[in-house]
DNA sequence: CTGTTAGCGCTTTCAG
DNA sequence: CTGAAAGCGCTAACAG
């Protein structure tokens, strides 16, 4: 084992193990020379303190986790980026914990955290997630948590969600004002928050435009998309088959395209569709395509801040911030395209 | 300070620190009793052992670092899929590095990783990267490296790829074969060894069918995609406008796309595009886009599964494996559609 | 079967 | 300005 550490590097400079240690923390009284010398030798010999070692005694760990449902997805990949952004900017490190929905695997996860792994945890709910407790444990332990897009609201934490409510309302008067007055919604997960109010903005818009709600028109997906596909192809085949279709997931508007191409139903001439979306480049190769999309980057970024917030003030008692952040609706049809598009960014 | 730990444990059941922790390492002789006794209060006390302490004492961090350019690309989101299900499933936890195709940033990462913050590193090399003294400093801790899709070849490790070299060449061909002769390819990042071995096969399925290959149409890109988008539009605008697009990255892909839809271009009437591409979603909305894709899940499982199998046998010499993966190449037309689609899966 | 003990490598107080 | 020493929490060899 030819690893260098800080006890051999002392004993190459015939220093103590201590003097080598301020070396490397500025703030302690060292004679310059000194810290020269041992800086000098320490590049040199590309030492890299132990990270374990100094986690343990210092109780801290330098880094978080960020516990998603999954990766494969422009919001969640987005976000990503920005806690990424800022975690780096402060020096830390991040763990990615993938659910794929599994409420076991939330816990798991959240269970093991416990273990001091991480500073604080970054997490947006799993769709089946149901009890809390393990949240709890890991708050009990002193560990922040903040949440975003789908929160759990009865913590006390800082949360960060979009206006779901406000932009499903918009997106479905969008759809009226167009003249369409069957209108359908589709989603899944009855229990997300973020799913609730996408629904309540849709039911408040239709009967603020004096629209009767039909409960056909209210349909609930499953996460099997295969069964999704027929399901969307059953509701777009009736006679009385709506209008227009505003979907809670991205997802299931790419089934539904996939379910207009078959049944050679044209968009937007014979269904209009509206969803919430992220996949900007999607968009861009699909003119038609009208979405609500969420500042994922930005949401990223606000909720890795308010992490570094917690933690900076630890104790001093929690923040039970909800942060809203705007999305926008961005409207296209296949006669207009989008100016200066953004690309990828960022 | 109510965190229970080892010595607490110990001492609220009469026992010693050993004995408790031997209850958690099933392979110690220890009475069934006492071991019960041990693991019903730890469960009751909620108790986590300490990650630093005994990854600082067995030397081992039971965490992998994953290195990649991106996260916001289909392709890496995918990738990094398919590592974290065989590290979940083996008990390893992951750490995301974004290189943001900044080599000074993989420089930094490289660097830090030779704290032992990870037991291994599967990587993806950054657009500028030129030097890899970084990579030899870590191989010099004994932290065993595996590389995928943007290998470095001088160095003794796994090596992950795609057929980039044959899958070109089938693209070109294929092109050629729809009655083209005038085909661009654009590119960039020269120094990508991906990117070179797709031009290769480019230009040689050019000779092969005997057609003269033209400078100007082998168009290198930059990182800027608005310069991109006006390079790309100034070859649209010629007069002697290639027939077809062999676009060796998703996004430049994306720009001809617009471009064509500002030059009122149709695809595929006047201009055939071939792209790589993983963004399945993409090309299910645009039915006439065909891509190369590879198959990017798997890629991440081959390489998180290399890269426990050098963990294992650690020291027994490295591997030198390059295993190379097939990509598909999915025809698509405005006529036919894709059967089977697979969503995003996994 | 259980306990004692010696560190892993680092930080940090305290004494010189 | 430098050094000695204690200890973070855990593991594992060894003794009993």
């Not at 039970?320 to 207009?336: A, P, Q």
């Amino acid at each position: 084992m030819n690893n260098i550490n800080l006890k051999r590097l002392a004993l190459r400079l015939n220093l103590s193990v201590s003097t080598v240690s301020k070396a490397f923390h500025d703030n302690y009284d060292i004679s310059p020379e000194t810290k020269k010398r041992i800086l000098k030798l320490a590049k040199q010999l590309n030492y890299q303190p132990n990270t374990f070692a100094s986690n343990l005694r210092t109780q801290k760990s330098r880094t978080i986790a960020v516990v998603i449902p999954e990766i494969t997805n422009n919001f969640f990949a987005l976000a990503i980026n920005g806690i990424e952004s800022v975690a780096r900017e402060k020096g830390y490190h991040v763990l990615i914990y993938l659910t794929h929905e599994d409420y076991a695997n939330e816990v798991s996860f959240i269970q093991h955290l416990q273990s001091g792994r991480a500073d604080g945890v970054i997490i947006s709910l799993s769709d089946s997630a149901r009890s809390v407790t393990h949240l709890n444990n890991l708050r009990n332990k002193d560990i922040p948590i903040v949440f975003f897009d789908r929160i759990y609201d009865g913590m006390k934490a800082t949360k960060i969600t979009t206006d779901d409510y406000e932009s499903s309302y918009n997106a479905t008067r969008y759809l009226i004002e167009l003249g369409c007055s069957k209108i359908a919604h589709f989603y899944y997960s009855k229990d997300l928050s973020i799913v609730n109010n996408r629904m309540k903005g849709y039911l408040q818009a239709l009967k603020d435009y004096k629209l009767t709600f039909q409960k056909r028109y209210l349909v609930g997906c499953s996460s099997n998309n295969h069964e999704n596909y027929q399901l969307i192809k059953r509701h777009l085949t009736k006679a009385n088959r709506p209008e227009a279709i505003f979907s809670s997931f991205e997802n299931l508007a790419i089934l539904c395209y996939q379910v207009c191409e078959e049944l050679k139903l044209s968009i937007p001439g014979d269904v209009q569709i509206v969803s919430f979306s992220n996949l900007e480049t999607a968009a861009l190769l699909n003119p038609s395509l009208t979405t609500i999309t969420q500042p994922a980057y930005e949401i990223g970024q606000k909720a890795a801040l308010a992490l570094f917030q917690a933690l900076d003030k630890e104790g001093t008692g929690l923040s039970n911030e909800h942060i809203v952040i705007k999305s926008e609706l961005i409207k296209r049809n296949s006669t207009t395209r989008l100016e200066n598009p953004s690309f990828r960014k960022p």
